[in-house]
């Protein structure tokens, strides 16, 4: 997964790594080691309603 957000966003593993656990901060992700190093990260209810927000396209309320 860090992979392919890596080619997406245009960072590198280290940069997406730091945004991921930025937004884990920020109560958006929360994430679980599996696994020797892997993570998996998955949307809060406050993540899932930005993201829902962000697809409609309506900022007004934030």
Do not use: C, F, H, I
């Not at 997964?1 to 593993?13: A, F, I, K, S, Y």
Request: proline share 2%; no cysteine; hydrophobic share 30%.
């Amino acid at each position: 997964m860090v992979r392919d957000l890596n080619e997406q966003l245009g960072m590198t593993p280290q940069g997406t790594r730091k945004r991921l656990e930025s937004l884990v901060d920020k109560g958006y992700l929360t994430s679980r080691k599996v696994g020797g190093s892997a993570k998996v990260y998955w949307l809060t209810d406050e993540g899932k309603e930005l993201a829902s927000t962000a697809a409609s396209g309506d900022y007004s309320a934030q």
